[in-house]
């Protein structure tokens, strides 16, 4: 049973823009919170937004938007002014939980993840 499938991630040039999309179906439609995380090869995956209420991390504040459309059962993620080191694997994750500033980014908030969509971002 998928719960979230990720979509929107391709390659583009430093400067360029991207909207990532997450649909939520089955229990993960329910979810309270929604984050977008990405993991980059050897490193740690992090928080990048979430929404419920709406954090960012500090790496994206002012370039990424988070949005959310119920009706649709889709988070949005708009990536604009992309730089070489946003390039990663971005994965949606959910939870019926809510999110607060101190643990919107911590992986194990989260209950439901996707597959991931790879975001490639060359200079």
């Known amino acids: 049973q998928v719960l979230l499938v990720e979509s929107g991630g391709g390659s583009v040039q430093s400067g360029g823009s991207l909207r990532l999309s997450c649909v939520t179906s089955?229990?993960?439609?329910?979810?309270?919170?929604v984050g977008w995380f990405r993991q980059a090869p050897g490193k740690e995956r992090e928080g990048v937004a979430s929404i419920s209420n709406t954090f960012y991390a500090d790496s994206v504040k002012g370039r990424f938007t988070i949005s959310r459309d119920n009706a649709k059962s889709t988070v949005y993620l708009q990536m604009n002014s992309l730089k070489p080191e946003d390039t990663a694997m971005y994965y949606c994750?959910?939870?019926?939980?809510?999110?607060?500033?101190?643990?919107?980014?911590?992986?194990?908030?989260?209950?439901?993840w996707g597959q991931g969509t790879q975001v490639t971002v060359s200079s």
């Open positions: 994750a959910a939870t019926v939980s809510h999110c607060y500033s101190g643990n919107w980014f911590r992986t194990w908030n989260y209950d439901y």
């Open positions: 089955g229990s993960a439609m329910n979810s309270e919170c």
